[in-house]
Nanobody, 125 residues
Framework: QLRLVESGGGLVQPGGSLRLSCAAS????????IGWFRQAPGKEREELGC????????YRVDSVKGRFSISRDNNKKMTYLHMNNLKPEDTAVYYC??????????????????WGQGTQVTVSS
């Protein structure tokens, strides 16, 4: 079965850090662009950033630039979202996605790819 499985969410205090993990099952990530998304209550899902299979990294949301980063380990079929200096407004369900192609994180057809099940991140004191 081809799928992505996420882990690592939870409750964290403001200013804290979390690393979300996303494991690919049934396929390898080397030909895929990786995206991380989040959806807060009452808001639309937003793309946080993209990590292409050519080494391109693009972050789409200004509020996470400099705090969040995406990495991947193709050998382990894993991708990670590293989150630092977390804020209450980062509270959301976080998703990873993988889509074939998207070599420069341009025009990536995320809806035609694979998605993780989502993991809840809550930032609160």
């Amino acid at each position: 079965q081809l799928r992505l499985v996420e882990s690592g969410g939870g409750l964290v205090q403001p200013g804290g850090s979390l690393r979300l993990s996303c494991a690919a099952s049934g396929f390898t990530l080397d030909r895929y662009a990786i995206g991380w998304f989040r959806q807060a209550p009452g808001k639309e899902r937003e793309e946080l950033g993209c990590n292409s299979n050519t080494g391109v990294e693009i972050y789409r949301v200004d509020s996470v630039k400099g705090r969040f980063s995406i990495s991947r380990d193709n050998n382990k079929k894993m991708t990670y979202l590293h989150m630092n200096n977390l804020k209450p407004e980062d509270t959301a369900v976080y998703y990873c996605a993988a889509s074939l192609g998207g070599h420069f994180c341009s025009g990536v057809m995320w809806e035609k790819g694979y998605w993780g099940q989502g993991t809840q991140v809550t930032v609160s004191s």
